[in-house]
């Protein structure tokens, strides 16, 4: 595999549209005298997106053959570098949020606008109205995006599913949540190396700090761009990271071809075994159920076992008796009473371990309560709800996977469940490795997502996990083995749309980053808050919802039309 050298540079912007070049043309000079190929650089590089009107805005945008791009362009050339630019661009009237793609030659070899606006943008810009090609260049197959583009999942998994191997993210952003959780989540759930570039200093105009933070409740420090450039690979390892906050230019070695492997370490693809045919409704105009949102907070614990296979179900029989009277949901581990979480070749013992597991928590579970978990269902891996009253619900796996092979998958979609607290989906196993996956469940107006799950993957619940409870706004509470990662809790604070006053909590830079009770390695209990009502307000800021917001009219590459 022949290694590529990339850069992602950082620094700040203002509104002189000259220092803002020397700016880039300087971070380009520092990515080519370290030997970099490739350098991406962060959004809106121009002029700070702060506009007075529209005028404003056509007046700092540039014209694509005009002198500041064109400087960009000799830059590329007499170093022989790509270059990834994101700029405001002139469109006739309009004006887009545009990354461009420079090759070494000096020429444009890709234009790709901002599918999803954030907030105060949709007054001033037009949306993308078509994908961004994949550009096949002798260092690998290239894809671009920026900023709110990548804090859903629907357009890095379209270039993901389209062939990209390097996933280009310029970002103008200040949430500490998004270097955290949704810039390096979108590496390990496509496979595909992500570079990410993001801005520091102030995003607004300086003499605009102090008016802005006493209107927005929003402290003046966290009105600066929050860096974090990094570059992650394709099994969720951050390789490169900048220091938050500070300027300058990072590097690394990528393999670019590794983005062509899209199996995990049990060998399960994950690409292979999307089911587009269920996610058709990714594709078609928002139209989300309107429900009565369920309560404020509520109480809910995972639990993970210490022992295995008939051992398990006596241990969870005990749990149930001496559960805390307020817990009103306990996720148990996917096929927590099956050795490393494996059906076995034998079915009809499976089925009849799982009777004995379902007849037990029904015995056992306190009337307050239900339990989720997966068992062997018409010998396939099946999630199920069970309380005192019996079996609530059973959510057929979605996805084939390689550790209960082939013919497991059957499930036609999310079930939803209305509890007198609110409305609780399955994930089952598998599926939570899937963005499409939890999609649906905020589409059928989840609130609350049990997931029993069997960690094997360190991102799982490094980023995955909590990027999707973030990104979809539902509590999600997981449970998982304590092997290669241990249970979790993720609630929602009510406190979520900027640009309004918040009422529980000060913003302190974590826009959606959930609220984490964490177990920890050792087998046992853990209860934490979840939040319903909290999953009704799905907007960001104005004009900017995650679910609604989804670029719908440009996703023919997940659902397969």
Not at 172 to 177: K, L, P, R, V
Not at 455 to 469: D, F, K
């Amino acid at each position: 595999m022949s290694l590529v050298r990339v850069a992602s540079a950082q620094f700040y912007v203002n509104d002189d549209l000259n220092a803002n070049l020397e700016r880039c043309l300087s971070a380009i000079d520092v990515a080519a005298n370290g030997d970099a190929q490739l350098i991406v650089l962060p959004e809106f590089c121009n002029h700070l997106s702060w506009y007075q009107d529209k005028e404003h805005c056509w007046s700092v945008s540039l014209d694509i053959d005009g002198p500041w791009l064109s400087a960009i362009a000799e830059k590329a050339h007499t170093h022989g570098i790509y270059i990834v630019v994101n700029v405001t661009l002139r469109r006739g009237e309009d004006v887009t949020g545009t990354s461009l793609l420079y090759g070494p030659d000096g020429t444009v070899l890709a234009e790709s606008d901002k599918q999803v606006l954030m907030g105060h943008e949709n007054d001033f810009l037009r949306p993308a109205q078509t994908v961004c090609p994949i550009v096949d260049t002798p260092i690998g197959r290239i894809g671009m995006y920026s900023c709110m583009d990548g804090v859903i999942n629907e357009t890095p998994r379209s270039l993901a599913l389209r062939g990209a191997q390097i996933l280009c993210n310029s970002l103008n952003s200040f949430a500490i949540d998004e270097g955290d959780l949704h810039v390096p989540v979108r590496a390990p759930e496509n496979r595909a190396w992500v570079i990410a570039a993001n801005k520091v200093g102030p995003l607004i105009p300086p003499p605009m700090l102090e008016p802005v933070s006493q209107a927005t409740h929003i402290p003046v420090n966290n009105l600066y761009g929050a860096g974090d450039c990094q570059v992650v690979a394709p099994n969720g390892e951050v390789i490169a990271r900048a220091d938050r906050g500070t300027p300058g230019v990072i590097f690394a070695d990528i393999e670019p071809s590794r983005a062509d492997d899209k199996t995990r370490p049990d060998g399960t693809d994950v690409f292979a075994n999307r089911r587009p045919v269920l996610y058709q409704a990714i594709g078609q105009e928002p139209a989300l159920p309107n429900f009565e949102p369920g309560d404020h907070e509520v109480r809910a614990g995972v639990y993970q076992p210490l022992k295995s296979g008939e051992g398990a179900i006596d241990e969870v029989k005990s749990v149930l008796q001496t559960l805390p009277s307020d817990v009103a949901l306990l996720v148990l581990p996917e096929l927590f009473c099956f050795d490393g979480a494996v059906i076995g070749d034998d079915k009809a013992a499976a089925e009849a371990r799982s009777d004995n597991a379902v007849n037990a928590i029904i015995e056992c579970c306190p009337p307050q309560t239900v339990v989720v978990t997966s068992l062997v269902r018409d010998g396939r891996n099946t999630g199920v709800i069970l309380s005192s009253a019996g079996m609530l619900l059973e959510q057929a796996q979605l996805h084939q996977c390689a550790r209960h092979g082939e013919g497991h998958a059957v499930g036609t979609g999310i079930q939803i469940l209305q509890l007198a607290w609110g409305r609780l989906a399955i994930v089952v196993g598998d599926d939570a490795l899937y963005p499409e996956s939890f999609r649906l469940a905020a589409f059928a107006g989840a609130e609350v997502v049990a997931a029993p799950i069997h960690v094997i993957e360190a991102w799982e619940v490094q980023t995955g996990l909590p990027e999707r409870a973030a990104e979809n706004r539902v509590s999600l509470v997981y449970a998982t083995r304590a092997e290669v990662g241990t249970s979790a809790v993720l609630g929602l604070h009510h406190d979520f749309t900027l640009m309004t006053p918040w009422e529980e909590r000060i913003f302190d830079g974590n826009i959606s980053a959930p609220l984490t009770t964490q177990a920890s390695a050792d087998p046992g209990l853990t209860v934490g808050s979840i939040h319903p009502s909290a999953a009704a307000n799905k907007f960001v800021s104005s004009n900017t919802n995650v679910v609604d917001g989804r670029p719908w009219h440009l996703v023919d590459a997940i659902t397969g039309a």
